[in-house]
């Protein structure tokens, strides 16, 4: 958890970086000014810039420390692998953000690097997540999928996944001046449609379920914030600010803002789709005793939501 809370930081770092415009703040790298040690003048886009790179630094070193704690202590032979997978993202995403610097902030570097820098805030909240208690003590409950053949829970949540990142990726392009806007509000469109749909779904089916409700209800609160801040972002820098002789502080905040609610949308979701893969259960997959318990389960389920309502 803890290297995962240091890299929700690093995305903040980051999405700073560029909201004000600082990518080249410091000329060089993978030195300082010339110096791997020397600190620089902390002001100005320096402050951002070498922030975010100490940052890195210390999400590496944390990488390093529970690749090789995983590789030891964890028994689970994808665990081992996923770990050194995840050393080698966060590797790739130092080097990318080197030849983000070297050749002046192309494009399609930075876009991969922003894409990385979420690919792998997600991996370590899934490392969070299977090493946590509340995993490695509850087993399996294999209920049924509530959902028809053409569109199961565990189909139309992988959906929502799938279109909360490429989301994320058009929107890593729309700050790096890679795309225009209108691909993006698009598929606003579409993330909140399906998300909101994968949402409704599991807390209909599953309410009474806490590892599908919990993640379910705080992606839908998730979801009503980020289309504020998209909103407020799209206003402060598209509409207000576009004119500005240099980024504006309600332009920085709400996209930072954006960024990072972003990130947490991108993570719950990621969770929300490993909980429903590992727990639901296609009805032509269920031996009849667990059929005919899961059946009971989604009954109690929809009971409770009935006396709720």
Known sequence: MGTASATFLLLLAGALVTSNDAGLSVPDWPTSFGSLYRLPPMKGGILFEHSHRMVAETVGLLMIVLAIWTWRADQRRWMRRLGFWALAGVIVQGIL???????????????????????????????????????????????????????????????????????????????????????????AAVVTVTALWAVTRVLRHYGSVPQLRHPAQILLGLIVAQLALGFGAYLTRVEWGKDAPQP????????????????????????????????????????????????????RSESRQAVIV
């Open 97 to 187: 953000g080197g030849i983000t610097v070297l050749f002046y902030l192309p494009p399609a570097v930075s876009t991969a690097h922003a894409t990385l820098a979420q690919t792998f805030f997600v991996t370590i909240v899934a490392m969070a997540l299977f090493t946590s208690r509340g995993w490695l003590e509850t087993p399996r409950l294999e209920l049924r999928d509530a959902g028809r053949p053409r569109i199961m829970t565990r189909t139309l949540v992988a959906l929502a996944l799938a279109s909360v990142y490429l989301q994320l990726i058009l929107g890593a392009a729309f700050r790096h001046s890679a795309l225009k806007l209108l691909p993006h509000l698009i598929m």
């Open 248 to 299: 504006l502080l309600a332009m920085v905040v709400t996209t930072v803002a954006h960024v990072a609610v972003g990130a947490l949308v991108l993570a719950t979701t990621a969770v929300l789709a490993i909980q429903v893969q590992r727990h639901l259960t296609p009805a032509s997959k269920l031996a009849p005793a667990a059929e005919h318990s899961a059946e009971h389960s989604n009954d």
